[in-house]
């Protein structure tokens, strides 16, 4: 990680095999039933480096499939990064960016939005990262950001090239 941030997701560049451990319904916040399930990824940078797109696609547990897409851009000015999220499970739907950055080999991210009908703080934790391995996780705040719900969503990334 450089002190600027700009080349913070340089470690997730190249192809991944992602194993998703998430809540069948990521918006029940009293949901207790998770699913696993495995996907292929690939991120490549765009923008001269400023930025970076990468794609998920898989099947899931009862034979849907699952492309996600996710668009990073750092904003140099304000040493951000922001990151929009798209996928097949809400078709249209650009979700609202989250921002922020790595320290101390952490990226955390924070974005508001609208989950089960209530306003929420959405927070995306990047860790673990190493050449061939890297962990993403997701969980929300109802009361801005005073307490999160449990993790309703893990990634883990393991690189195959």
């Known amino acids: 990680m450089t002190p600027n941030g700009s080349t913070d997701f340089d470690f997730l560049m190249g192809h991944w095999a992602v194993?998703?451990?998430?809540?069948?319904?990521v918006t029940d916040r009293d949901g207790t039933e998770w699913i696993d399930f495995d996907s292929v990824g690939r991120a490549w940078p765009v923008l001269g480096g400023l930025g970076n797109v990468d794609t998920v696609s898989g099947t899931m547990p009862d034979g849907r499939?699952?492309?996600g897409m996710t668009l990073r851009l750092y904003?140099?000015?304000?040493?951000?990064w922001r990151i929009w999220w798209s996928s097949t499970a809400v078709p249209g739907r650009l979700d609202p960016p989250v921002e922020g950055r790595f320290r101390d080999g952490r990226g955390v991210f924070l974005g508001e939005d609208e989950i089960g009908g209530k306003p929420a703080l959405v927070?995306?934790?990047w860790s673990a990262m190493?050449?061939?391995s890297a962990r993403w996780e997701q969980d929300f705040s109802f009361d801005g950001?005073?307490?999160w719900?449990?993790?309703n969503w893990i990634?883990?990334?393991t690189r195959t090239g």
């Open 19 to 25: 194993h998703h451990h998430r809540l069948a319904d």
């Open 65 to 67: 499939s699952l492309e």
């Open 75 to 80: 904003d140099p000015g304000a040493d951000r």
């Open 123 to 125: 927070r995306f934790l």
């Open 130 to 132: 190493t050449p061939s």
């Open 145 to 147: 950001g005073t307490t």
């Open 149 to 151: 719900d449990p993790v």
């Open 155 to 157: 990634m883990t990334f």
